[in-house]
């Protein structure tokens, strides 16, 4: 697949991509420097980023809504990527915490900041380390493979590919602290193209593509659309190498799909004048759709956490905001830039969408240090949303 302008300036010239940057402020919480800047590209359109740099004094503590180690989520049809509203049903509740909550307790320092790490808990096919033991979802039989993790092992950050079988590790965990299965976007000092990770069908790029490509053109979507579209995403390696292998327009689902849906899909995709970007195939006789053809776009500007490390083995962490006039978001390209401007050798994608959090606690005080995606619809104010785990920096 071709790049689009931008990220081909990215990819030609990294240091000079940025038109200007601006540090918005800078602030010690706890032990660790918290970093608040714009940055502005080209076509001026610009991306707020908080950052934070741990000390080598800072402790990290990984927490975890204890319901993702007891209830099995309900994921959308034929995907990886929790259903929310099922998953609610299913539980009773709302699955996650807010990260307010996981800050409140004597359990936390008085002077942290927290941000949700990872995807772990919301998909299959991903999962979190804690004192030498991989933490999965209940009843998650995908963990067979190599998978590239951001670690901690005797008070040092790193990455590593660790190697599963039904679960089980092929070597021992016992000296890591923490860790988290993310796709690296840096590694070895060296920006990881995204689309060579959508291409070999990392867990994370099956579970949810609108990460990686625009799939919407930009626009505003009706209600329904994204459950429709889950239909015909890419659902393994082989589909995803599809896409990029045959372009812009690639064929990413083969097979019998209901024609009430595809009729109330078509519907979707006009009402948000997208209907140039998608065609539909139907066998001339009986009238079931056979294939769907979809116009893959340029990469999506999207709310992101990045989770890395420096030469010196010392935690970054960059949140990139987004969905938002004052800030577009990044590109996966985009947040790798910029966490290799930071100083990571290795830097995985984590969080996304509206859990690109980052929270404080001051004494008794929680405060939202950036501005998330979520919007409160009776306060019109940008607010936090439920997290399975949030990483806690004190």
């Not at 007891?70 to 998953?87: F, H, N, S, Y």
């Not at 070895?188 to 799939?215: H, K, Y």
């Not at 995803?240 to 812009?248: H, I, S």
């Not at 994608?349 to 009776?378: C, L, M, R, T």
Request: charged letters at 25%.
């Amino acid at each position: 697949m071709g790049r689009g302008t931008a990220e081909q300036a990215l990819f030609d010239s990294p240091e000079t991509y940025w038109q200007s940057k601006e540090i918005l402020f800078e602030k010690l919480l706890g032990s660790s420097l918290v970093m608040r800047e714009k940055f502005v590209r080209p076509d001026h359109s610009q991306v707020l980023i908080t950052s934070i740099f741990a000390s080598e004094t800072s402790t990290p503590n990984l927490l975890i809504d204890p319901r993702f180690l007891e209830k099995r989520i309900v994921t959308e049809p034929g995907g990886l990527l929790i259903d929310q509203a099922a998953t609610t049903k299913a539980w009773g509740s709302l699955a996650g915490l807010r990260p307010e909550k996981f800050l409140v307790g004597e359990s936390v320092p008085e002077s942290s900041v927290g941000i949700p790490p990872t995807n772990a808990g919301w998909q299959y096919g991903a999962f979190w380390i804690r004192d030498g033991r991989i933490i999965s979802l209940p009843g998650d039989d995908t963990l067979t493979g190599q998978y590239e993790v951001i670690t901690r092992k005797n008070g040092v950050w790193g990455a590593s590919s660790l190697h599963l079988n039904n679960g089980n590790p092929t070597q021992g965990l016992d000296d890591l602290e923490i860790g988290f299965s993310m796709p690296l976007v840096v590694k070895s000092g060296q920006i990881v193209p995204q689309m060579s990770i959508w291409e070999r069908g990392d867990p994370r790029a099956l579970a949810d593509p609108r990460n990686w490509v625009d799939l919407a053109a930009g626009q505003k979507t009706p209600p329904d659309f994204w459950r429709l579209v889950r239909k015909f995403m890419p659902i393994n390696p082989a589909s995803a190498r599809r896409v990029t292998r045959e372009g812009r327009f690639a064929v990413i689902r083969v097979g019998d799909i209901d024609p009430q849906d595809t009729e109330d899909f078509k519907k979707a995709v006009k009402d948000a004048d997208l209907e140039n970007h998608w065609r539909v195939v139907r066998d001339e006789n009986s009238g079931i759709v056979r294939a769907v053809v979809c116009a893959i776009l340029p990469p999506n500007r999207i709310p992101a956490v990045g989770v890395g490390h420096n030469k010196d083995g010392k935690l970054i962490v960059t949140v990139a905001d987004g969905r938002q006039k004052e800030s577009s978001g990044a590109t996966i390209d985009e947040l790798a830039l910029i966490m290799k401007e930071k100083g990571t050798v290795n830097a995985g994608f984590g969080a996304a969408g509206g859990d690109a959090i980052v929270v404080a606690k001051h004494q008794d005080d929680i405060e939202i240090v950036n501005s998330p995606s979520n919007i409160d619809s009776y306060t019109g104010k940008r607010v936090t949303r439920t997290v399975p785990s949030l990483l806690v920096i004190s």
